[in-house]
Structures are given as structure tokens and as C-alpha cells.
């Protein structure tokens, strides 16, 4: 979290620190129909009553919405969305069994990218969640969704994992 404030040009006040920072080179470079993609492949899954999406690769800030439509869904892949900052639409989603972010273990040091999720308090809602990668999430500082023992397998950043 941001502490230090600088002043711009209208003496308006905003948060200055490296994770700031980050957030805007990655939002900048935003495509727009990386969303539209997103949502795309959502349908399509709705439609076809799918148990996976995968959405991995696209640059995007946040879930579609209406992910927690697909009835079956059982796996979510985003991995290398360095861009994603919020997971709240899956904690509808009751039959989730993996959750897939960060990076793919294989690039972990081939990629300089900075992964900027941070809140990972959806996954409580996740009762059958088995399966939940976060290689490369430096940005999360709060694990405490995951000490009830609601996830029989986590990969932490520190490639630690949790047992129930």
C-alpha cells in the first residue's frame, strides 16, 4: 500500500510508490479487445455449458462478470494476465476446483513481468477449490484466505504449499 502522496501540477494529491508505478506501465499498455476477447470466450463457454476457460495471455484488469454463469465451471486459467487486480466474480462459481494465476512455472525466469493481483480473499468463498497457482504474485501480502484450510493445494510466490 501506497503511504507516501505527492502533489501534481493542480496541487491535487496521489499515491507515488513503486507499485503505483507498476499498475500504470501495465495499464497503459492495456489492449481494449483483450477485454472484449475475455468476454468472448465467457459466452462461448455459457453457451457451450464448458468446465474450463481459459483466459490466459490477455491483458486484463478484471473477470468478466458474468464468469459465475457457467454452471460447470471447474478450472479458470489466467495465467500471464500480469495485468489482473480483481477475482471477485469467481466466488459464485461453487464447483471451482483450480484457479491458475501468475506465471507458468516454466517462465519464471524468462519473464520480467510484474503480476499485480493482490487480493486473493475471493478464494474463501471457493469450497471445493483442490488446485490454486499464484506463482509470480509478489504483490499479495495477505494469505490469510488461505490459513482455513479451504484449499488442499497452494502455490505460494515462495513455492511453499498448504495442506488441509
Same mark, same amino acid.
Given at each position: 500500500?501506497?503511504?507516501? +502522496?505527492?502533489?501534481?501540477?493542480? %496541487?491535487?494529491?496521489?499515491?507515488?510508490?513503486?507499485?503505483?508505478? /507498476?499498475?500504470?506501465?501495465? !495499464?497503459?499498455?492495456?489492449?481494449?479487445n483483450?477485454?472484449?476477447?475475455?468476454?468472448? +470466450?465467457?459466452d462461448?463457454? !455459457?453457451?457451450? %455449458?464448458?468446465?474450463?476457460?481459459?483466459?490466459?495471455?490477455?491483458? /486484463?484488469?478484471?473477470?468478466?462478470?458474468? /464468469? @459465475?454463469?457457467?454452471?460447470?465451471?471447474?478450472?479458470?486459467?489466467?495465467?500471464?494476465?500480469?495485468s489482473?487486480?480483481?477475482?471477485?466474480?469467481?466466488? =459464485? @462459481?461453487?464447483?471451482?476446483?483450480?484457479?491458475l494465476? %501468475?506465471?507458468?512455472?516454466?517462465?519464471?525466469?524468462?519473464?520480467?513481468?510484474?503480476?499485480?493481483?493482490?487480493? !486473493?480473499?475471493?478464494?474463501?468463498?471457493?469450497?471445493?477449490?483442490?488446485?490454486? =497457482?499464484? =506463482? %509470480?504474485?509478489?504483490? !499479495?501480502?495477505?494469505?490469510?484466505?488461505?490459513?482455513?484450510? @479451504?484449499?488442499?493445494?497452494?502455490?505460494?510466490?515462495?513455492? +511453499?504449499?498448504?495442506?488441509?
Amino acid at each position: 500500500m501506497c503511504r507516501r +502522496r505527492k502533489q501534481n501540477l493542480l %496541487g491535487y494529491a496521489y499515491p507515488f510508490c513503486k507499485t503505483s508505478i /507498476i499498475r500504470m506501465a501495465v !495499464i497503459l499498455n492495456m489492449n481494449p479487445n483483450d477485454e472484449v476477447e475475455a468476454q468472448r +470466450r465467457v459466452d462461448e463457454a !455459457i453457451a457451450t %455449458g464448458a468446465t474450463k476457460i481459459d483466459l490466459s495471455g490477455l491483458v /486484463i484488469q478484471r473477470l468478466p462478470a458474468n /464468469i @459465475s454463469s457457467i454452471a460447470n465451471l471447474e478450472e479458470i486459467d489466467i495465467r500471464s494476465c500480469p495485468s489482473l487486480i480483481d477475482i471477485w466474480p469467481v466466488i =459464485h @462459481s461453487r464447483k471451482l476446483r483450480v484457479l491458475l494465476c %501468475g506465471r507458468e512455472i516454466s517462465d519464471a525466469y524468462k519473464s520480467s513481468e510484474k503480476y499485480i493481483l493482490e487480493d !486473493i480473499r475471493p478464494i474463501k468463498y471457493l469450497c471445493n477449490l483442490e488446485v490454486l =497457482h499464484l =506463482h %509470480g504474485c509478489n504483490s !499479495i501480502s495477505d494469505f490469510s484466505p488461505l490459513q482455513d484450510g @479451504s484449499v488442499a493445494q497452494s502455490e505460494r510466490p515462495s513455492a +511453499r504449499r498448504l495442506t488441509r
